[in-house]
Nanobody, 124 residues
Framework: QVQLVESGGGLVQAGGSLRLSCAAS????????MGWFRQAPGKEREFVAV????????YYADSVKGRFTISRDNAKNTIYLQMNSLKPEDTAVYYC?????????????????WGQGTQVTVSS
């Protein structure tokens, strides 16, 4: 089991930036990929970005491509989500997640470990 703790959320004006962090502990050796998802009020949780452990390949949702960057620091067992050019529609609770499955990218059912979430609010 992997424990995940997110940090870095907050309130920012449209066009601004935030960086989210997710620290992993526990059975991190079994993690094949880690990612970020988000859930806005009244909406389903949706995929944002993922990074694979073995080759650090990344994959993004179309809505954030070119604005968000996912990265990882293996020594610290931490992943990051750099969010630039934020828009009000990016407002959501952002969740970090980990998966033991090597194949695939953003399928939410692949991710078995989840953090508690961090709120990101973008004002217009």
């Amino acid at each position: 089991q992997v424990q995940l703790v997110e940090s870095g959320g907050g309130l920012v004006q449209a066009g601004g930036s935030l960086r989210l962090s997710c620290a992993a502990s526990g059975s991190t050796f079994a993690t094949a990929k880690m990612g970020w998802f988000r859930q806005a009020p009244g909406k389903e949780r949706e995929f944002v970005a993922v990074i694979r452990r073995r080759d650090e390949n990344t994959y993004y949702a179309d809505s954030v491509k070119g604005r968000f960057t996912i990265s990882r620091d293996n020594a610290k067992n931490t992943i990051y989500l750099q969010m630039n050019s934020l828009k009000p529609e990016d407002t959501a609770v952002y969740y970090c997640a980990a998966s033991t499955l090597v194949s695939g990218y953003g399928n939410i059912e692949d991710f078995g470990s989840w953090g508690q979430g961090t709120q990101v609010t973008v004002s217009s």
